[in-house]
């Protein structure tokens, strides 16, 4: 059964860090590039940053850029999403997703298989 298990929200003061983990399972993990998106209630979902199949590659959206880093782990089929200086508006859910397109898309459209998502709340 494929599977894609977010981990690692939470809540976190402004300026604060968070590692969020994707955990894969039920598909050839290293055959598909994975993005992390979010999603506010009554916005669209935005992509995060996206990374290669061999983790060589990575995307990342402007908004996050210098404070987000993604990396993965194909030995443990896990992906990462390390957040630092966290601001009030990345408060979101957060989802992982795998595309196997070999374009390093922000674009949700591309994805085709997807976590359940994780809560990031960042408040003083």
């Known amino acids: 059964q494929l599977q894609l298990v977010e981990s690692g929200g939470g809540l976190v003061q402004p300026g604060g860090s968070l590692r969020l983990s994707c955990a894969a399972s039920g598909f050839t993990f290293h055959d598909y590039a994975i993005g992390w998106f979010r999603q506010v209630p009554g916005r669209e979902r935005e992509g995060v940053s996206c990374?290669?199949?061999?983790?060589?590659?990575?995307n990342i959206a402007d908004s996050v850029k210098g404070r987000f880093t993604i990396s993965r782990d194909n030995a443990k089929n896990t992906v990462y999403l390390q957040m630092n200086s966290l601001k009030l508006e990345d408060t979101a859910i957060y989802y992982c997703?795998?595309?196997?397109?070999?374009?390093?898309?922000?674009?949700?459209?591309?994805?085709?298989?997807w976590g359940q998502g994780t809560q990031v709340t960042v408040s003083s």
């Open positions: 997703a795998a595309t196997s397109s070999l374009l390093l898309q922000l674009d949700p459209k591309w994805y085709v298989y």
């Open positions: 990374i290669s199949r061999s983790g060589s590659g990575m």
